[in-house]
Every structure is written in structure tokens, then in C-alpha cells.
């Protein structure tokens, strides 16, 4: 079945400090990849999304490039700040389910 | 916009007691799901519904139940609650299955079984 595998937590960052979250998958097909992030006592809401291999997903100056050879889909952002502080899923989407990774606690330092 | 909104935020339950999570949207979405966020495990899906009439289980159904009689709502019931079932969880909807849909979340129930 399908699968994600997320690098595990939790991340502690220097404001401006660059991210790089690492985030592979199983799964057969072509599914569509997603990351979510989940602020503190909030619900997961989408942060950016790629539905082809190559695609590049982007909002908010994070980044995601969907990569078939190598099944991987890892977010990166060039400068982070307080505000990217939260709970970060990597996500496949293959059939009518969304298949999530275990999460990546991010807490970025003044 | 009112979204997913989901009810109650946080209820404690005793050993053997029923409750039923509520869940509405108003995005009239077909498609809805329940998950379940345990610490450090991601979120595991206990149920969808992929119009009124149609509900399947996913990867965690055992100990809770399902109805969707309107595309609005989408309650989970949970039976004989047990430990094991104290988690956070989140209702969702989609306006389709198809690969590209995002889905939209609720807030979250923190539900703690004693």
C-alpha cells in the first residue's frame, strides 16, 4: 500500500537559518504529494501541493519539488522565521485517501 | 466561512461510555473523512464517505461507527470507549476524490478516555 516516510523530529532552527524536511514515498501510480502544516491548536491546512513528476509546488517561500526517480518530495525554505514554528506532514494522495508521514515538529529560534 | 467545523473541542469520557463527535461543512463537498492524531504517529484514517449514503472504512474503523445521511454532516460514534481511543481527532472534506483534491480540516476534538 501506500506509504511516506518523513525525517524525524523535532527540528530546532536560528531565525533566518535554512530548512531542508526530507520526505520519501511508496506508492503505485502517479500520486499527487502534498505538505501540510499544522499550527499550534489548529487543524492541518494545506501549505503547498505538486501533481506531476517535476512539478514544483511553492507558497509562503517554501518549496517542494516532486522527484519520481528518487520517490521524494522535500520541503525546503531558504529563511525561516518564529512564525514557520509548527507541525509539518508530508503527504500522498493516490486514490480517494490522503496517506500521511508521522509529522516533523519544526521550532524556529529568535 | 465556516469550513469544517467540528464539536466538541475537548470532552473527557469514563471506560464503556458512547459519544458522537459531530462534524459539518458547508463547502458541499462529497467527499469526508475522519482521522485520528495520536503523539508522534501521524494521522491514521478511521473512516470516509464519498457522498450521502456511502461511508468505508479506512485504516482504523474498529471501535467507532458512521453515518452520512446529508453532504453536510458526517458524525462519528464511538462505542465502549476505551484508553486506547484518547487522540486527537479531526474531521475533513474534498470536493472530489480525484488525486489533485486538497482536503479541507477541521479544528480538531481532543478526546481523553479515563
Known amino acids: 500500500g501506500d506509504s511516506v516516510t518523513q525525517m524525524e523530529g523535532p527540528v530546532t532552527l536560528s531565525e533566518e537559518a535554512f530548512l531542508t524536511i526530507n520526505c520519501t514515498y511508496t506508492?503505485?501510480?502517479?500520486?499527487?504529494l502534498f505538505w501540510y502544516v499544522q499550527y499550534p491548536g489548529e487543524g492541518l491546512q494545506l501549505l503547498l501541493k505538486?501533481?506531476?513528476?517535476?512539478d514544483k509546488g511553492s507558497n509562503k517561500g517554501f518549496e517542494a519539488t516532486y522527484r519520481k526517480e528518487t520517490t521524494s518530495f522535500h520541503l525546503e525554505k531558504g529563511s525561516v522565521q518564529v512564525s514557520d514554528s509548527a507541525v509539518y506532514f508530508c503527504?500522498?494522495?493516490?486514490?480517494?485517501?490522503?496517506?500521511f508521514g508521522t509529522g516533523t515538529r519544526l521550532t524556529i529560534i529568535p | 466561512n465556516a469550513g469544517v467545523t467540528q464539536t466538541p473541542k475537548f470532552r473527557i469520557l469514563k471506560i464503556g461510555q458512547s459519544m458522537t463527535l459531530q462534524c459539518a461543512q458547508d463547502?458541499?463537498?462529497?467527499?469526508m473523512y475522519w482521522y485520528r492524531q495520536d503523539p508522534g504517529m501521524g494521522l491514521k484514517l478511521i473512516y470516509y464517505?464519498?457522498?450521502?449514503?456511502?461511508?468505508d472504512k479506512g485504516e482504523v474503523p474498529n471501535g467507532y461507527n458512521v453515518s452520512r445521511s446529508t453532504t453536510e454532516d458526517f458524525p462519528l460514534r464511538l462505542e465502549l470507549a476505551a484508553p486506547s481511543q484518547t487522540s486527537v481527532y479531526f474531521c475533513?472534506?474534498?470536493?472530489?476524490?480525484?488525486?489533485?483534491?486538497?482536503?479541507?480540516f477541521g479544528e480538531g476534538s481532543r478526546l481523553t478516555v479515563l
Open positions: 464517505s464519498v457522498g450521502a449514503g456511502i461511508t
Open positions: 506508492a503505485t501510480g502517479y500520486p499527487s
Open positions: 505538486a501533481t506531476k513528476a517535476d
Open positions: 475533513a472534506s474534498s470536493p472530489w476524490g480525484g488525486l489533485t483534491g486538497e482536503l479541507f
Open positions: 503527504a500522498l494522495r493516490g486514490s480517494e485517501k490522503l496517506t
Open positions: 463547502m458541499n463537498h462529497n467527499y
